[in-house]
């Protein structure tokens, strides 16, 4: 019986810390605050209606299809995951729009945003890769779009070179964004190079000093301590100074 109590009270623990973990996690830059709709299904309802019948008035209007594709994925990202009906709006609506694709690039990238993210939520690497691929051919330059390759290719496939060059891509249009500097400084130590993913991070600080212990005390303090663990130490080298004589 002692045994089992012993046990549950690890198990407990565990769960706690497991708990824990995952609030802090969350508490690094935290999402900004959203309509009531999108926590509310009775509000989401409501404003869905209120959409589809000034839909049903102009049902060729690609801005209200717009809106309402928009509206869907908020709500859908943030409590259902059903994201079949907006990917599929998306879809149609990306077709007209690419009839005119240098009147309509603004348009076009957010919904390659949003396709891609949707193709990334049910695991689709290579289909999310290819949906901001796709928005890049509007506008090649967008700091976005090459950054969620970039994570894609870092967080969920553990290609580190392939996300250090999109990273790379990236240049300084992204300098004040702290994400951009965490994700890449998580890049840039996997790959081993930690001085470097110690003066990302140490951005990322400066940037966002609400979050700061957060990340000294996670991702920062792996990468002080392969630091050191790589720096010789003067007392084990055969070059160290000679103590000084009385």
């Not at 999108?38 to 209606?49: I, L």
């Not at 209007?61 to 059903?82: G, P």
């Not at 779009?145 to 969920?156: E, G, P, Q, S």
């Amino acid at each position: 019986m002692k045994k089992i109590i012993n046990h549950l009270l690890v198990l407990v623990l565990l769960i706690g810390v497991g708990a824990g973990l995952g609030v802090l996690a969350r508490q690094v830059w935290p999402q900004n605050p959203q309509p009531n709709w999108v926590r509310n299904a009775d509000e989401f309802r409501a404003a869905r209606a209120k959409v589809e019948k000034r839909l049903s008035k102009n049902p060729a209007d690609l801005d209200i299809k717009i809106e309402l594709a928009d509206l869907l994925y908020d709500f859908y990202n943030y409590n259902e995951r059903r994201l079949e009906e907006p990917d599929e709006m998306y879809a149609e609506i990306a077709a007209e729009l690419e009839k005119n694709p240098a009147e309509n690039s603004n348009k076009l990238v957010k919904i390659q945003l949003h396709r891609g993210n949707i193709a990334r939520e049910h695991k689709d690497y290579s289909g999310s890769i290819a949906a901001f691929e796709k928005g890049l051919e509007f506008e090649p330059d967008n700091a976005d779009l090459r950054y969620n390759v970039a994570y894609v290719f870092m967080n969920d496939l553990q290609k580190y070179e392939e996300a250090n060059q999109w990273f790379q891509k990236i240049g300084d249009k992204m300098a004040t964004d702290p994400h951009f500097h965490y994700n890449y400084g998580r890049t840039l130590y996997n790959l081993g190079d930690y001085t470097a993913a110690k003066a990302e991070l140490e951005k990322t600080m400066e940037l966002d000093p609400k979050n700061a212990a957060v990340v000294r005390g996670d991702l920062y303090k792996k990468v002080t301590d392969a630091l050191e663990k790589a720096t010789p130490k003067a007392e084990n080298s055969e070059d160290a100074p000679a103590p000084a004589s009385e």
